[in-house]
Nanobody, 130 residues
Framework: QVQLVESGGGLVQPGGSLRLSCTAS????????LGWFRQAPGKEREPVSC????????YYIDSVKGRFTISRDNAKNTVYLQMNSLKPEDTAVYSC???????????????????????WGQGTQVTVPS
């Protein structure tokens, strides 16, 4: 069965840390551009961070630069998002996506990413109370 499963979300106090994991089954992540997206209540989904399949180059939205780190472990077929110094505005459902047809620029670029060709996880809730 082809699927992505996220884990690691939860409730954390401001300034705390969480590490999200997204593990694939049924296909090898090494050939896919990978991304973490989030959607807060009443807001559109936004890309948080992406990592290339070719050279592991990365992208981060400005609001998480210096706080979040994306990484991939192809041996474990898993992509991670280490989130430090969490803020209330980081509260959202976080989802991972894997796309073999899109580049880093497409997945995390300025234009909205639809992801019709991607595999998506079910999402994991991250809550940082104010």
């Amino acid at each position: 069965q082809v699927q992505l499963v996220e884990s690691g979300g939860g409730l954390v106090q401001p300034g705390g840390s969480l590490r999200l994991s997204c593990t694939a089954s049924g296909f090898p992540l090494r050939y896919y551009t990978l991304g973490w997206f989030r959607q807060a209540p009443g807001k559109e989904r936004e890309p948080v961070s992406c990592i290339s399949s070719t050279d592991d180059s990365t992208y981060y939205i400005d609001s998480v630069k210096g706080r979040f780190t994306i990484s991939r472990d192809n041996a474990k077929n898993t992509v991670y998002l280490q989130m430090n110094s969490l803020k209330p505005e980081d509260t959202a459902v976080y989802s991972c996506a894997a796309d073999s047809l899109s580049s880093l620029q497409t997945m995390c670029g300025s234009s909205p990413y639809i992801g019709a060709s991607a595999f998506w996880g079910q999402g994991t809730q991250v809550t940082v109370p104010s």
